[in-house]
């Protein structure tokens, strides 16, 4: 079963790339990794992202649930507000869709935030 503590380590040697990238990990109904995507590569502060893309590729996986990660290249892993504001349309979403979206992590090459862990999920 995925959890937060699992997805820095799966995805932690994009921590110091110059770029943001954007990733979907679809998991089944167990929790486990189906796949993990690349959805968007990013500028140095940025990555564009809609909720479509997220779940297109859930719904061609058959994901029951998924987590989204993102690097920060600055190194500062306090979510921004674009962060957030994707964060709670990418929840609604999943409502919609009944695929539950259940982290957003935030890393960079010294740590990471987790929307879960923070209670903001």
Same mark, same amino acid.
């Given at each position: 079963?995925?959890?937060y503590?699992?997805?820095?380590p799966?995805?932690?040697?994009?921590?110091?790339?110059?770029?943001?990238?954007?990733?979907?990990?679809?998991?089944?109904?167990?929790?486990?990794? !189906?796949d993990?995507?690349t959805?968007?590569? /990013? +500028? #140095?502060?940025?990555?564009?992202?809609?909720?479509r893309?997220? &779940? %297109?590729?859930?719904?061609?996986?058959?994901?029951?649930?998924?987590?989204?990660?993102?690097?920060?290249?600055?190194?500062?892993?306090?979510?921004?507000?674009?962060?957030?504001? !994707?964060?709670?349309?990418?929840?609604?979403? /999943? +409502? #919609?869709?009944?695929?539950?979206?259940?982290?957003?992590v935030? &890393? %960079?090459?010294?740590?990471?935030?987790?929307?879960?862990?923070?209670?903001?999920?």
């Amino acid at each position: 079963m995925l959890t937060y503590r699992d997805v820095y380590p799966l995805l932690s040697h994009y921590g110091d790339r110059h770029q943001e990238y954007f990733f979907c990990i679809c998991l089944n109904g167990a929790h486990e990794v !189906i796949d993990v995507k690349t959805v968007s590569k /990013g +500028i #140095l502060n940025r990555a564009i992202i809609h909720p479509r893309e997220i &779940f %297109s590729t859930a719904i061609e996986l058959r994901s029951a649930s998924i987590v989204v990660a993102h690097n920060h290249p600055s190194g500062n892993l306090e979510p921004s507000k674009e962060d957030r504001d !994707i964060t709670y349309r990418l929840q609604e979403a /999943g +409502i #919609l869709l009944g695929i539950e979206l259940l982290d957003h992590v935030v &890393f %960079s090459h010294s740590g990471y935030f987790s929307f879960l862990e923070e209670g903001e999920i």
